[in-house]
């Protein structure tokens, strides 16, 4: 299971950076790599909004009860 949250992170850093770019510079990287309105593009944004609800459970981990 914490190999599938640290996934979703990894995943919702690129949603951030993304989102990030678009912001400042009106440049949407999921789109100049996978196109507009792909099917790999869409798969993309799916991964990252499941895994911003997959990681929801880091608001409610004790930080210093890591193994």
């Known amino acids: 299971m914490q ?3 640290k996934i979703a992170l990894v995943l ?3 949603g951030a950076i993304n989102w990030g770019l ?3 510079f009106e440049f ?3 789109e100049t790599l ?3 309105d792909t099917i790999l593009t869409k798969i993309v944004y799916i991964l ?3 895994s911003g609800i997959i990681d929801i459970t880091l608001l409610f981990d004790d930080f210093h009860d890591h193994d």
């Open 22 to 24: 678009i912001g400042l």
């Open 34 to 36: 996978f196109g507009i």
């Open 28 to 30: 949407n990287l999921v």
């Open 12 to 14: 919702i850093i690129i």
């Open 48 to 50: 990252v909004g499941i």
């Open 3 to 5: 190999l599938l949250k």
